[in-house]
């Protein structure tokens, strides 16, 4: 079955670094497009970066653009995002998910939310806290 899971997170201070990683499996898909999102204490979720594993091209949120690297490895099956310089407001656990469709590998839509219609999959999150 399709699973999706992450891990990297931990407990930093202010301008550290982390590197999360996000394991994709069972997709039978040849190409598609899979995204990190995170979600604050009392906030809306919000995507942070999308990648296709058609072509490698990515999507960034205006607020980690320049600060988060979003990468995969050769096969696809590891997605991977660079946290750079980080700061307390980035603190949220961090989830990954994929509509695991044909068709849906345009980074864009996922990040825009477009391919979330309830039947994507998600990784359980990895928690991020950035002290002052």
């Known amino acids: 079955q399709v699973q999706l899971v992450e891990s990297g997170g931990d407990s930093v201070q202010s301008g550290g670094s982390l590197t999360l990683s996000c394991v994709a499996s069972?997709?039978?898909?040849?190409?598609?497009?899979i995204g990190w999102f995170r979600q604050a204490p009392g906030k809306e979720r919000e995507a942070v970066a999308c990648?296709?594993?058609?072509?490698?091209?990515?999507f960034y949120s205006d607020s980690v653009k320049g600060r988060f690297t979003i990468s995969s490895d050769k096969t696809g099956t590891t997605v991977y995002v660079q946290l750079n310089n980080l700061k307390p407001e980035h603190t949220a656990v961090y989830r990954c998910?994929?509509?695991?469709?044909?068709?849906?590998?345009?980074?864009?839509?996922?990040?825009?939310?477009?391919?979330?219609?309830?039947?994507?999959?998600w990784g359980q999150g990895t928690q991020v806290a950035v002290s002052s």
């Open positions: 069972g997709f039978n898909l040849d190409y598609y497009a």
């Open positions: 998910a994929s509509p695991v469709k044909v068709g849906s590998y345009f980074p864009g839509y996922l990040c825009g939310e477009i391919y979330l219609d309830g039947r994507e999959y």
């Open positions: 990648i296709s594993t058609a072509n490698d091209s990515t």
